[in-house]
């Protein structure tokens, strides 16, 4: 394993489960201090906490820490008060991930317009908040900073019955660009991770389920989900300074999915 966050600070939203959880984990291996951001699980947020702690130790990282906080990304007050916190504990931050995501499905013409809302909220409106206050203080400041995003195939594959979800991350998409170019010349690069079908607890309905996972890993060209380990993984690269020539692009860890999966068979021609 690498030491590429020696020395660093990383804020992961959403790190109380899943994705987010795998990756405060991997910055911590690679000798990162992270803040642990989540919304509601607290049980879930201590527990990321605390593996983060035990990988310092077993990795004789002994200057490292983790901050636990506890903020809605959609709620601009909260937000705020976050880095703060995060800003008066530590005095700097390195690297920005908003990893926070939520989804709801329901057939468009039928669904709920709050739930458009807060779905936006979380998924863009918690990026944008995220993004501006990180840049906020990576200007304040000699260095820079780094931001990725965690997008999804759905950046750029509709997807039906989950409207709000799609649009949340075909806009972010733009926001990502849109910010690398905006502060390219000042040190900072924005990315996305674009992950395809990946084992957390957002997938829950068919994970548990034999007979759903096997329709979804029969759409997925290597023939199976992601573990939330390989996108972790994918984060740290574009976080590092492996990546330093790396800037507005979404790197899809997908399996294949993008790849237009119905046309394995010749059919069209
Ligand atoms: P998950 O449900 O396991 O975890 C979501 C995390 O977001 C949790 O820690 C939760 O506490 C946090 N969260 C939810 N609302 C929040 C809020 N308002 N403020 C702060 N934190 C909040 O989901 P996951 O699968 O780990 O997804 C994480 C990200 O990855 C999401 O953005 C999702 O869209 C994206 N993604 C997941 C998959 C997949 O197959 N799992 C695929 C593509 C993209």
């Not at 997008?151 to 409207?163: C, N, T």
Request: proline residues 4%; glycine residues 10%.
């Amino acid at each position: 394993m690498q030491t590429r966050f020696l020395g660093k600070t990383v804020l992961v939203t959403g790190a109380s489960a899943g994705i987010g959880e795998a990756i405060a984990v991997r910055f911590a291996q690679e000798g990162g201090s992270v803040v642990v951001n989540y919304s509601r699980n607290d049980a879930g947020a201590a527990d990321t906490a605390e593996q983060v702690r035990r990988v310092h130790e077993a990795g004789g990282f002994g200057d490292a820490k983790v901050l636990v906080q506890k903020a809605d990304v959609a709620d601009e007050a909260a937000v705020a008060a976050m880095f703060d916190e995060v800003l008066r504990e530590w005095g700097r931050l390195d690297v920005m991930i908003n990893n926070a995501g939520i989804q709801k499905p329901s057939p468009s013409h039928e669904s709920a317009s709050e739930d458009f809302d807060r779905i936006l909220g979380v998924n863009l409106r918690g990026c944008y908040l995220c993004c501006r206050a990180a840049i906020k203080h990576f200007l304040s400041r000699d260095g820079g900073g780094v931001i990725v995003n965690n997008s999804s195939v759905h950046e750029i594959i509709p997807k039906p019955e989950y409207l709000p979800y799609s649009v949340s991350k075909g806009g972010m998409e733009n926001l990502t660009k849109t910010l690398a170019l905006e502060y390219a010349d000042r040190g900072i690069r924005v990315n996305a991770v674009g992950p395809g079908a990946i084992v957390t607890p957002i997938n829950m309905n068919w994970i548990n389920d034999p007979v759903a996972k096997g329709v979804v890993e029969s759409h997925i060209p290597m023939g199976r989900a992601g573990e939330s380990a390989e996108i972790a993984a994918v984060f740290a690269f574009l976080a590092s300074d492996e990546a330093s020539y790396i800037t507005g692009q979404t790197l899809f860890a997908c399996g294949g999915l993008t790849l237009f999966p119905e046309f394995r068979t010749t059919w069209s021609s």
